[in-house]
């Protein structure tokens, strides 16, 4: 009778765990998919603004896509130079809580009279505005920029910085107004192919990821009512500043560069 009982309690705790296990492996498998935005043929899904120009315009082929990789090139059109003509291409979906995964490289030498600090420069604007609301000789949108800097032959000069055109952050418990800040990360020099990760809790925080560390951190993304353009976008806002999502794009700022893989995980918050 003893051994019946053993055999019945032994075979329970045999198909509970039959039954429990499978359940977790299923749970750990949940956690987000990285899904691909830039699908390695064309441009499809996103949308250009660049500088005295109306948005859905591309002149002279500024962001194309060259042997599989999303380039920002300055071969056609550019004799006279650059002038000023800052760009963004514009992912059409906005996103709130995500993990954004780029790999970059910077290629060639900068178009004629881009601004010095622009050599071998370019960025991943997040939480940003809409194109539409892009005035059409405005150079920046709204957003957080995740400043991608190439190094110099010799120096310092990290990349996964923070730049905030038309924004603020919180750093270290306070309103931080500085335009731009430094990340902790190495420097990349020459055509070298590098990976940015940034995650991205809406209204929260915010890490700029380098190799698997964070390098920058922050909170609380918010419109800069000093500046007039955000000043404007806050009142159509009815007076809301923090920003807990918004558009993702890529930069033009005069030298050319190129992208290999732009993904995205969305996470659930």
């Known amino acids: 009778m003893k051994m019946h009982r053993l055999f019945g309690i032994s075979l329970l ?48 082929d500024t962001f194309r896509v060259e042997d599989g990789l999303l380039t920002v090139s300055y071969k056609d059109g550019y004799k006279d130079g650059f002038n000023q003509t800052f760009g963004h291409l514009f992912y059409e979906k906005p996103f709130s809580n995500y993990r954004l995964r780029v790999e970059y490289r910077f290629i060639g030498d900068q178009c004629k009279d881009g601004p010095g600090w622009a050599f071998r420069n370019s960025g991943i604007m997040i939480h940003g505005e809409s194109p539409k609301t892009m005035g059409k000789d405005q150079d920046f949108p709204a957003s957080i920029e995740v400043q991608l800097l190439g190094g110099k032959e010799e120096g310092k000069r990290t990349t ?28 990349y020099r020459g055509d070298q192919w590098v990976t940015c990760e940034v995650e991205v809790h809406g209204n929260g925080t915010i890490k700029h990821i380098m190799e698997g560390k964070v390098v920058l951190e922050y909170t609380k993304p918010q419109l800069d009512p000093r500046d007039a353009h955000s000043k404007e976008l806050i009142e159509k806002a009815g007076g809301e500043i923090m920003l807990s999502g918004g558009t993702i794009s890529l930069q033009s700022e005069s030298h050319p560069c190129q992208f290999r893989k732009v993904e995205i995980m969305e996470l659930d918050e």
């Not at 699908?39 to 109306?54: A, C, F, Q, T, V």
């Not at 924004?167 to 990340?183: A, E, I, Q, R, Y």
């Open 13 to 60: 705790f045999v198909l509970t765990f039959a039954v429990v296990l499978p359940a977790e492996d299923k749970a750990e498998k949940k956690e987000g998919e990285w899904v691909q935005l830039f699908n390695g043929k064309d441009l499809s899904g996103w949308i250009p603004k660049i500088r005295y120009h109306e948005m859905g315009e591309n002149p002279y």
């Open 160 to 187: 996964a910085n923070l730049c905030t055109p038309g924004t603020n952050v919180v750093m270290d418990g306070k309103l931080f107004l500085p335009h731009c800040t430094s990340s902790t990360s190495k420097t």
